[in-house]
C-alpha cells in the first residue's frame, strides 16, 4: 500500500529510470516493512522545475502509505535522499519529500478499502 511518486528534472534513460524504480520500490518495502508486492513507485521526467530559483537537477518525492509513522520519516528523508544521489545525481539539498499517513478507509485496492 506505500506508494512513492517521484518528479524529476532530470533526464534519465530507460534503464535508469528502471534501477531507480527497482532500488526506490525495495527501499520503500524494507524500511517501511511492508511487502514488496504491495509497494508502488512511479517516476516522472524530466518535468518543468525550479528549485531555489534555479532549473539545476532537483527533485519531488511524495510518499503515502497507512501507518507511516513520524519517527520513521527522519531516516527515510535521509535514505530516499541518498537514493536520489547515488541512481540519478541528484544532491540531497535539491530534493523535497512529502509524507503523508493515509487512513486505511481512504486508501482503495481490489474493489474495496483496507
Do not use: H
Not at 534513460?13 to 514488496?36: C, G, I, M, N
Amino acid at each position: 500500500m506505500p506508494y512513492l511518486r517521484i518528479t524529476t528534472n532530470q533526464s534519465i534513460d530507460a534503464d535508469q529510470k528502471r534501477e531507480l524504480l527497482k532500488a526506490a520500490s525495495w527501499l520503500v518495502a524494507t524500511e517501511l516493512t511492508k511487502p514488496e508486492q504491495y509497494v508502488m513507485v512511479s517516476v516522472e521526467t524530466p518535468v518543468s522545475m525550479l528549485f531555489a530559483g534555479m532549473d539545476a537537477p532537483c527533485a519531488f518525492l511524495d510518499l503515502r502509505g497507512i501507518g507511516l509513522s513520524e519517527s520513521r520519516t527522519g531516516k527515510l528523508s535521509q535514505m530516499l535522499c541518498g537514493l536520489m544521489q547515488s541512481q540519478i545525481g541528484i544532491p540531497p539539498d535539491r530534493v523535497y519529500i512529502n509524507f503523508a499517513d493515509i487512513k486505511p478507509t481512504f486508501w482503495g485496492w481490489n474493489g474495496k478499502t483496507f
